[in-house]
């Protein structure tokens, strides 16, 4: 389903959001270590200084909000006009919600899918037109194992994820006849500062024995239980640098496991009750 892209013959551009953080920021790095030209797109863009310093004119920093369609589109036009194309759109900027689905507030709720999602499509918006116009590029889109599973206490940041792979999923077919390649990005548990950059909702006392005690087990769980975001940054760019890259790419173990058991209960679904589906059709 993914295009044939016109494949890029010198160093790739990149864009990349939220560029100065954990996995966008050490797909930032290695991309520039591999001698290639990144736009990196954050609200506050200081962290990422001392990269321009050894890094110089491949560096461009465009300070945008996600969620600010024409922040976005003025930061593709900048990108755009520095390098002259765009190979790679790294839609990686996001945040977590965590709490029962009853405790996340309308405004938690909302605010989450403003960036998880919204932000993604105006991303989409800005930089789709220079992949078309190519005819190549390769778009990356930022998901989770909550992209296919989910557990007590993600289910508003399991909604945006699941809202980010179905459009994915229509998007693949989409573009793939005009040359350009879609690829899910599916992290497990990544060591970066996402759980201290976490919203949570108000507690509730009938969500102890499930919610909390989820929180509780991930507040517990040992360094060894996340992946480095140098390795998903590594993982990342091995599909990128890919002719076949797939549609969707899970990084690490235990994410993959959580997924493939959730897969499974899906078509135990469809096969336990599938008498019931085709009685339907008679
Ligand atoms: N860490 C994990 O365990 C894990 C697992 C699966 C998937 N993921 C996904 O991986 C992606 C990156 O997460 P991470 O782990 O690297 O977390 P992180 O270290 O917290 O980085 C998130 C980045 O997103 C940026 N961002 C957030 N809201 C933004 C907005 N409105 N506009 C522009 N930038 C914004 C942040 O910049 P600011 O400094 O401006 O906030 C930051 O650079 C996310 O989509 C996340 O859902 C993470």
Redesign the pocket.
């Known amino acids: 389903m993914n295009g044939t892209s016109h494949q890029q013959a010198g160093p790739r551009t990149w864009l990349i959001?939220?560029?100065?953080?954990?996995?966008?920021?050490e797909l930032t790095r290695q991309a520039l270590e591999n001698g290639e030209a990144v736009a990196a797109?954050?609200?506050?863009t200081a962290?990422l200084h001392e990269l321009t310093e050894i890094h110089g004119d491949r560096l461009l920093l465009v300070p945008?909000?996600?969620?600010d369609e024409q922040a976005v589109r003025e930061a593709v036009e900048r990108t755009h006009s520095r390098f002259g194309r765009i190979d790679v759109v790294a839609n990686?900027?996001?945040?977590?919600l965590f709490g029962a689905v009853e405790e996340a507030s309308d405004t938690q709720a909302r605010a989450v899918f403003?960036?998880?999602v919204f932000?993604v499509l105006n991303v989409l918006r800005a930089t789709l037109p220079v992949l078309r116009s190519q005819r190549s590029g390769h778009v990356l889109q930022?998901?989770?194992?909550?992209g296919q599973s989910a557990h007590p206490g993600v289910g508003l940041?399991a909604a945006t994820?699941y809202a980010v792979e179905g459009l994915s999923d229509a998007l693949v077919a989409e573009v793939a006849p005009l040359g350009i390649k879609v690829t899910i990005?599916?992290?497990?548990?990544?060591?970066?500062?996402?759980?201290?950059?976490l919203d949570v909702a108000a507690g509730l006392d009938d969500y102890d024995r499930t919610v909390r005690e989820v929180q509780k087990g991930i507040g517990e769980l040992p360094a060894s239980a996340?992946s480095s975001?140098a390795r998903i940054a590594e993982g990342i760019r091995t599909a990128v640098d890919s002719p076949n890259p797939p549609l969707r790419l899970a990084l690490g173990t235990s994410?993959a496991t959580g997924m493939r058991a959730a897969l499974q209960a899906r078509t135990a679904d469809l096969d336990t009750w599938n008498r019931v589906t085709d009685a339907v059709d008679r």
Do not use: W
Request: net charge positive.
């Open positions: 959001t939220g560029a100065t953080s954990g996995i966008g920021r797109i954050a609200r506050d962290p945008a909000d996600v969620r990686n900027a996001g945040y977590g403003d960036t998880n932000g930022g998901s989770s194992v909550y940041l994820k990005i599916q992290p497990g548990m990544t060591a970066t500062p996402f759980l201290s950059n996340f975001a994410g």
